[in-house]
Nanobody, 121 residues
Framework: QVQLVESGGGLVQAGGSLRLSCAAS????????MGWYRQAPGKQREFVAH???????NYVDSVKGRFAISRDGTKNTVYLQMNSLKPEDTAVYYC???????????????WGQGTQVTVSS
């Protein structure tokens, strides 16, 4: 099985920074892409950032210029550097990965359990 574990969430004041980490483990042939989503209370989960296997990135407009997504050399860990945090960034942040577990097998979507980010004003 594939498992994604997030870490790095916490409580910060507006204008502060946090770095989230997501480590993927288990039987994997390849990771097609990894990304971050977030869900605030009473709202639907929304896309935040994504990085593909070639290193191309994209972001939701509200975080452009403030957040940066990256991957480590082993390609099984993704990070989200969050700067200039705003109260509206408060949410549970979830890691997502598109994983091919075997050569020639299907690609499936996996989710982490989430990490809480709270930004106070």
């Amino acid at each position: 099985q594939v498992q994604l574990v997030e870490s790095g969430g916490g409580l910060v004041q507006a204008g502060g920074s946090l770095r989230l980490s997501c480590a993927a483990s288990g039987s994997m042939f390849s990771i097609e892409g990894m990304g971050w989503y977030r869900q605030a209370p009473g709202k639907q989960r929304e896309f935040v950032a994504h990085i593909n296997n070639g290193g191309s990135t994209n972001y939701v407009d509200s975080v452009k210029g403030r957040f940066a997504i990256s991957r480590d050399g082993t390609k099984n860990t993704v990070y989200l550097q969050m700067n200039s945090l705003k109260p509206e960034d408060t949410a549970v942040y979830y890691c997502n990965a598109l994983v091919q577990t075997t050569n020639g097998g299907p690609t499936r979507s996996y989710w982490g359990q989430g990490t809480q980010v709270t930004v106070s004003s």
